[in-house]
């Protein structure tokens, strides 16, 4: 159980363009998701809360009009990276909880941005 | 905000023998401690974890040891194996409930 599904797992766009990723819990329903980035060797680094039904909540430094994030559904979140850029190359990790607090996490298998 | 560090950020240890990692945070009010093992390319999966109401819990060949007063919270991962070669992160969860993580730990062990 606590399955998190995150398409694509991979992804090579140009510069200027923008880039969608999704992130699902397959079979729990979870009111909130978190996004990670991940740069070579570094730890996870918080980007923002996505909150079913309400706007996300961001982490300081972390630009909310180039990262869009949508909560539309219980079991969805998405992150868009708006007008990409060499340096947003990352790997970026959407995450959920099953249950209330202080229980685990549950990531998704991740997705590796490349900008050219 | 809650900030966690942890220690060492590589360690290398005998097959067979105890590999300790130590982690700190700041936020008094954290009450949930997990630790995740990432393995290259892989998504970090969780290990073991630990609530504040209690100072150690043991799983198999993992351990964790948490002292809220110190505000530190240890893994201990004892007859290593190969299959123990990763990435550790501690992390913790407060009032907020967000989950941040230490830097890591590249824990490798040596033939």
């Known amino acids: 159980g606590a399955v998190v599904s995150q398409h694509p797992s991979w992804v090579i766009c140009k510069s200027g363009t923008s880039v969608k990723i999704e992130c699902r819990s397959l079979?729990?329903?979870?009111?909130?998701m978190f996004w990670y980035r991940q740069f070579p060797k570094q730890s996870l680094m918080l980007m923002a809360t996505s909150n079913e039904g309400s706007k996300a909540t961001y982490e300081q430094g972390v630009e909310k009009d180039k990262f869009l994030i949508n909560h539309a559904s219980l079991t969805l979140s998405t992150l868009t990276v708006t007008s990409a850029h060499p340096e947003d190359s990352s790997f970026y990790i959407c995450s959920a909880r099953a249950g209330r607090s202080r229980s685990p996490l549950h990531f998704g298998n991740g997705t590796r941005l490349t900008v050219t | 905000g809650e900030n966690v560090e942890q220690h060492p950020s590589t360690l290398s240890v005998q097959e067979g023998d105890s590999a300790v990692i130590k982690c700190t945070y700041s936020d008094s009010a954290s009450n949930y401690f997990p630790w995740y093992k990432q393995e290259l390319g892989k998504r970090p999966q969780l290990i073991i974890d630990?609530?504040?109401?209690?100072g150690e819990k043991k799983d198999q060949r993992i351990a964790v040891t948490l002292n809220k007063t110190a505000k530190h919270f240890s893994l201990h991962i004892t007859e290593t194996q190969p299959e123990d070669s990763a990435v550790y992160f501690c992390a913790a969860s407060g009032r907020d409930d967000k989950i941040i993580f230490g830097k890591g730990t590249r824990l490798h062990i040596l033939p």
């Open positions: 630990i609530r504040s109401n209690v």
């Open positions: 079979d729990f329903q979870a009111t909130t």
